[in-house]
């Protein structure tokens, strides 16, 4: 137990280093094209910080495990909503802008509920995977041509790094994100067996968030810095490409089912998304409040304890 507990650790440890250094190198580079600061969160630290997700999900679909794939993604995406959402609008609420209003917001509503109706009905084969992955290639290139500018107000300066060097953190935190994810899925399904604990409830839980610390991390970090648009980008960013690519390629890799998903799961995925759309689209505001925040809070312990009863 002491050695599979141990590679846990390192396997996240490496995730967290990988993924700091994927999303500095990154938005370096991203910074020089001058795009706005929502799709940098979007595309650029979106994808940093989900790529734990992806190889995790990668890596339990080349195993045929089902439950690693669908439980990390749904685990994940309502750890980013109902926890690293509403902590970071505990924080200092987000503001919200007509393009997250009209565009990005109802896209993420959307796309959850296209997730939860597949799901329900089974599963996803390897057509719908195919179809999962056009629609997020399409709505990243929408995200580039509607970017409605290259500023989004005051912004504390970022790291800045030389060309060469942005590349090599981008390298090396790919390296290590992939080697990490690699050892932390083999790690949790070891202590998972000695512990007689299902997979599922281990992908749901401690895989998903540990997967999620770094999103956590880069939307604290980005509102310290007073760049709420980063953090709000960089967690629907993250659902986005949890939801639509990383499903989407683990059922062309295998047909994935969602069998051991329960009612409570999709539950839990559907009002996280739903309280966040009456938080914003309901009375005369155009932010996530400290309000929104605790009902997500709410939300999220009511599940954690649903599963801890399950256990």
């Not at 599979?4 to 996240?12: N, V």
């Not at 599922?200 to 956590?216: D, V, Y």
């Not at 839990?268 to 409040?289: C, F, P, R």
């Not at 709410?298 to 649903?306: D, G, I, P």
């Amino acid at each position: 137990m002491f050695i599979q507990i141990s590679a846990l650790i390192l396997g996240l440890a490496m995730l967290l280093g990988g993924a700091n250094a994927l999303v500095d190198g990154s938005t370096s580079l991203a910074r020089k094209t001058g795009v706005s600061e929502f799709v940098i969160g979007l595309v650029i630290v979106g994808f940093g910080t989900s790529f734990p997700e992806l190889i995790v999900s990668v890596t339990g679909a080349l195993s045929h495990n089902s439950d690693i794939s669908v439980g990390n993604v749904i685990g994940s995406n309502v750890f980013n909503t109902s926890l690293i959402l509403a902590v970071s609008a505990m924080f200092a609420p987000i503001v919200i802008t007509r393009q997250n209003k009209f565009r990005d917001i109802p896209v993420t509503i959307l796309v959850t509920f296209l997730v939860a109706f597949l799901g329900y009905n089974g599963g996803l084969n390897r057509t719908e995977g195919f179809v999962m992955i056009v629609l997020f290639a399409i709505y990243i290139f929408w995200s580039f041509r509607t970017d409605a500018s290259a500023s989004d107000g005051k912004q504390e300066d970022a790291k800045e790094f030389s060309v060469s060097a942005a590349l090599f953190l981008v390298a090396g935190g790919l390296a290590c994100l992939i080697f990490g994810g690699n050892l932390f899925v083999r790690s949790a399904e070891a202590i998972a067996r000695i512990l007689g604990v299902s997979d599922k409830f281990i992908a749901i839980t401690i895989l998903a968030m540990g997967t999620s610390l770094p999103e956590f991390v880069t939307s604290i970090v980005a509102l310290a810095k007073k760049r709420g648009q980063l953090a709000l980008g960089n967690i629907l960013g993250s659902n986005v490409f949890n939801l639509l690519l990383i499903l989407g390629v683990s059922a062309i890799i295998t047909p994935t089912s969602f069998a051991r998903i329960d009612v409570w799961d999709y539950v839990a995925l559907l009002l996280s998304i739903i309280l966040v759309w009456t938080g914003i689209y309901t009375g005369k505001k155009d932010e996530l409040d400290r309000v929104d925040a605790c009902l997500l809070l709410l939300l999220f312990v009511a599940y954690m304890t649903k599963l801890f009863i399950n256990l």
